[in-house]
């Protein structure tokens, strides 16, 4: 029986630990930003863009502005 219980556990490998969890790290946020962009535009960007298209498509820039004249907002109208 050894004299200590831990003399035949092996060492842990501390050389280079620093630089591989930061490059880990890295590799994980990068994935995650890229992920969370690519959610964003889909579930958020591209329906306030077809939103916007739609109101596009359906205001009338005519009529708005003689809703306005109608009310006397405007004095040189």
């Known amino acids: ?28 946020a990068l994935v995650n930003a890229g992920i969370a962009g690519f959610l964003y535009k889909t579930l958020i960007n591209d329906k306030h863009k077809q939103t916007y298209k739609q109101w596009h498509e359906n205001h009338n820039i005519e009529d708005e502005f003689e809703k306005i004249r109608q009310t006397g907002v405007f004095d040189s109208c």
Not at 9 to 28: D, E, S
């Open 1 to 28: 029986m050894p004299a200590f219980p831990t003399a035949g556990l092996k060492k842990p490998k501390l050389h280079g630990l620093h630089k591989a969890r930061a490059l880990r790290n890295v590799v994980i």
